[in-house]
């Protein structure tokens, strides 16, 4: 009876060893599975994000200098500039 024991607990505590290695492994493959990804301006997706907080004051305020630089400038077809906020890019053109 002590023998039956015996291998009935070793039994056990393989299976749970291997249950828990498992799950270590699972865990750590889904967890490469997030990744950051850039997204250029151009896209369809870019262009989206860009216009999310198109009447924010914050614009406005950085919109107002750049207007007023290329007004003075009459070679420069367009100026940029990228948010501090949200890294939206914002972009002035004639």
Not at 54 to 77: C, N, T
């Amino acid at each position: 009876m002590g023998e039956i024991m015996y291998e009935r607990r070793r039994l056990l505590v393989s299976t749970a060893a291997w249950v828990g290695g498992l799950a270590g492994v699972v865990a750590i493959r889904s967890a490469r599975d997030f990744q950051v990804e850039e997204m250029t301006p151009t896209s369809a997706v870019g262009r989206a994000y860009a216009d999310r907080c198109y009447g924010s004051s914050e614009h406005a305020a950085i919109i107002a200098p750049l207007k007023a630089l290329l007004a003075s400038d009459p070679s420069v077809r367009s100026m940029s500039e990228t948010c501090p906020i949200c890294g939206c890019p914002i972009i002035v053109r004639r």
